[in-house]
C-alpha cells in the first residue's frame, strides 16, 4: 500500500520545483511509475575481488554505495541526490540487465556498475574525527530519500553519473553509440572548476605514445615532422573531442582517453621535444549527473530534486513504495 507520505511527494504540484511550469504535461506528472519497491529489499551483489555473491538489502547496500561514490564532506543534498542516483541506477540495472552477472544483480566494480564499500572500511579510511558525522550523512541521505528513484514516462531511467563533467555534460551516443536516452542531455554547471578533479595532465614519451596506439591499431605509423601529425576533427556539443587524425588513422576521443588512461575525452595537446602533453578538463564520461557540478548546485541552495532535474531532462522523482 503506498503511503500517505509518497501520495503527498507524488501530488506535489509540479511549479514548486520546475523552472518552466509552462511545458508541463500534468498527466505525465501525475503517473506512478510500475515498479514495487518491495519485490528488491533484499538484492544479491557480485565482489568482484573476492568472486563471492552477498545478498543484502537494498538500503544497507545503499550505504555503501554512496559512501563509495561521493566523498562525505559533501553537502548533504548532494549526498541526497547521490543516494537517489544509485537507487535508481540499480532498480535499472536489475530489470535491464539480468543476465549481467551470473546469480548477482549488480557488482561492486565502478568500471562495470557501481563502487561499493562495506560500513567497516569506510570507516577506517575516515579520520577518526569524523568518522561519526560522514557515517551520519550517508544514513541521512539514504533515509531523507527512502524509496525515491527517477523516471522518465513513468519508467525507471538509466540514470548514469560521474566525476567532473568540466562544465558541461555530455550525450550517451558520443561516448557509447546508438540512440536514445531522451533525458540525457548537455547541460551546463557552474562552480566544478573549483574542484581538483576539474583538471588533470598526462605527460607522454613520443616511443609510448606509438606503442599504446599500435597495441590497438598494427597499421598505425606518425611522422612528428609532420605539423598536422595529430589534429582534432571534431567536437562534441560539450567541447569533448569527438573525432582526432594522429597519423595516418583517425579515432574517436573516447578511444584516445582509453588508450592513454586520460580522465576525460575533453582535451588538448601538445608536442614538447620527445613527449607529448595531454591537458584534460573533467573526470570521467561526461554522461548524466556531476558529482561535483551536484554539491556546486547543493552550495547554490538547490535541494537534492532541482539538482536531479538539472542533469535528467523531464524527469520526475517518485516514492515507489
Partial sequence: MISVFCLL???????????????????????????????????????????????????????????????ANYEQEALNAQAVVARTYTIYSIEHNKNKHENADICDDSNCCQAWISKDNRLERWDEDKRDEYWKKIENAVKNTKGKIITYNGEVI??????????????PANVWGGTGYPYLQTVQTSGEEAYSQYQSEVKISKNDFINKIKNKHNNFYINFNDKDCIKVVELTESNRVKTLKIGNIEISGVEMRTLLGLKSANFTFEINGDDLIFKVIGYGHGVGMSQTGADSLAKQGYNYEEIIKHFYKDVEVNCIF
Avoid at 158 to 171: L, R
Fill in 158 to 171: 538509466d540514470a548514469f553519473f560521474h566525476s567532473n563533467s568540466g562544465g558541461y555534460t555530455e550525450i
Fill in 9 to 71: 511527494i507524488i501530488f506535489i504540484p509540479i511549479f514548486l520545483v520546475r523552472k518552466e511550469p509552462e511545458n508541463i504535461v500534468i498527466e505525465d506528472a501525475k503517473e506512478e511509475p510500475k515498479y514495487d519497491y518491495k519485490q528488491y529489499n533484499n538484492m544479491r551483489v557480485l565482489h568482484v575481488k573476492t568472486n563471492s555473491v552477498e545478498e543484502i538489502n537494498l538500503d544497507d547496500y545503499l550505504l555503501g554505495v554512496v559512501s563509495a561514490e561521493m566523498p
